[in-house]
């Protein structure tokens, strides 16, 4: 073999171990972060959050005084007011600092309270009255305004209706040897004692107007 086949030999050599050495791209495919739909993928079910941003105003000044008493974190937990045109919405969890006894367990009582604001009073009522209609007594009637009832299909609940706010609290039926009156009377004095309809319901009853 001569001098020339010699180098040619080597020359192919080195261009082949080049090529075969050559890194794949790290390109990653877009279809690894996007859905079939092709859309970024989110998370949709989101129930609480560990921060509180504090609203100004009264609601602000209320949770503020809470805190004492309770923790706060936000929460997205539908409340059938969500479904009506309203001006502004705070939805805060209140977890008790101090825990209860519930039968032969302890639990962290939690309230959730729903605000919204309405532009005026006739979008106030629509989204009440049309709240109030999803309730039943005992007997599967429903709810009337200003009518007390001794049972109701549901836990706990406490609301105050102005004429442009709604303030309703939710509880669970395991919380009720927890002392809500402090929270309510709080809620009362920040909000104002000049609410239209007052409503307190116990765990399944009764219900009371004030």
């Given at each position: 073999?001569?001098?020339?086949?010699?180098?040619?030999?080597?020359?192919?050599?080195?261009?082949?171990?080049?090529?075969?050495?050559?890194?794949?791209?790290?390109?990653?495919?877009?279809?690894?972060?996007?859905?079939?739909?092709g859309?970024?993928?989110?998370?949709?079910?989101?129930?609480?959050?560990?921060?509180?941003?504090?609203?100004t105003?009264?609601?602000?000044?209320?949770?503020?005084?809470?805190?004492?008493?309770?923790?706060?974190?936000?929460?997205?937990?539908?409340h059938?007011?969500?479904?009506?045109?309203?001006?502004?919405?705070?939805?805060?969890?209140?977890?008790?600092?101090?825990?209860?006894?519930?039968?032969?367990?302890?639990?962290?009582?939690?309230?959730?309270?729903f605000?919204?604001?309405?532009?005026?009073?006739?979008?106030?009522?629509?989204?009440?009255?049309?709240?109030?209609?999803?309730?039943?007594?005992?007997?599967?009637?429903?709810?009337?305004?200003?009518?007390?009832?001794?049972?109701?299909?549901?836990?706990?609940?406490?609301?105050?209706?102005?004429?442009t706010?709604?303030?309703a609290?939710?509880?669970?039926?395991?919380?009720?040897?927890?002392?809500?009156s402090?929270?309510?009377?709080?809620?009362?004095?920040?909000?104002?004692?000049?609410?239209?309809?007052?409503?307190?319901?116990?765990?399944?009853?009764?219900?009371?107007?004030?």
């Amino acid at each position: 073999m001569n001098w020339k086949n010699i180098i040619g030999l080597c020359l192919l050599g080195v261009l082949i171990s080049c090529n075969g050495g050559e890194e794949k791209s790290n390109v990653i495919p877009i279809e690894d972060f996007l859905g079939e739909t092709g859309e970024i993928e989110q998370e949709t079910e989101v129930i609480e959050d560990s921060v509180v941003v504090l609203p100004t105003g009264p609601m602000g000044l209320f949770v503020h005084n809470q805190l004492e008493s309770f923790d706060t974190s936000a929460i997205n937990e539908f409340h059938p007011i969500d479904r009506f045109t309203f001006n502004q919405r705070s939805k805060i969890l209140f977890k008790s600092k101090t825990n209860a006894a519930y039968g032969d367990i302890m639990v962290t009582p939690r309230a959730e309270f729903f605000y919204y604001t309405f532009s005026d009073t006739t979008k106030t009522k629509n989204a009440f009255y049309n709240w109030l209609d999803g309730f039943n007594d005992g007997s599967g009637d429903e709810v009337k305004l200003n009518q007390d009832a001794n049972s109701i299909k549901t836990p706990p609940r406490f609301a105050l209706v102005y004429d442009t706010v709604i303030v309703a609290v939710n509880y669970r039926c395991e919380d009720q040897k927890h002392n809500w009156s402090p929270l309510e009377d709080s809620i009362v004095s920040r909000f104002g004692k000049n609410y239209n309809y007052r409503m307190e319901i116990g765990c399944g009853g009764p219900l009371k107007w004030k």
